[in-house]
């Protein structure tokens, strides 16, 4: 059984920063890429970043320079690091892992969220 697991999510004020954690456990053998998308009210889910296992990246172009994708391997862990947060960025944040594990292959798998509100 694999799990991703997010925290840090929360109510920041505008021009503020969080940092999203997503861990992911069980019997993983590898992860290849991992990621963040977000589902803001009465939108649809949209990518924020990926990153390789070998550390390349990718943003959505509206967000390049105040999102920051990074990994820990060790850890199997993501982070994003959300600077100068705009009320638009409120949403769920779900992260994402292609994950092959002892007892499948390469399968996605989703956390349940983590919610970021950003008061104007």
């Known amino acids: 059984q694999v799990q991703l697991v997010e925290s840090g999510g929360g109510l920041v004020q505008a021009g503020g920063s969080l940092r999203l954690s997503c861990a992911a456990s069980?019997?993983?053998?590898?992860?290849?890429?991992m990621g963040w998308y977000r589902q803001g009210p009465g939108k649809q889910r949209e990518m924020v970043a990926e990153i390789t296992s070998g550390g390349r990246t990718n943003y959505a172009d509206s967000l390049k320079g105040r999102f920051t994708i990074s990994r820990d391997n060790a850890k199997n862990t993501v982070y994003l690091q959300m600077n100068s947060l705009k009320p638009e960025d409120t949403a769920v944040y779900y992260c994402?892992?292609?994950?092959?594990?002892?007892?499948?292959?390469?399968?996605?798998?989703w956390g349940k969220g983590t919610l970021v509100t950003v008061s104007s």
């Open positions: 994402n892992a292609e994950i092959t594990s002892w007892v499948s292959a390469v399968v996605d798998y």
């Open positions: 069980g019997s993983i053998i590898s992860i290849n890429a």
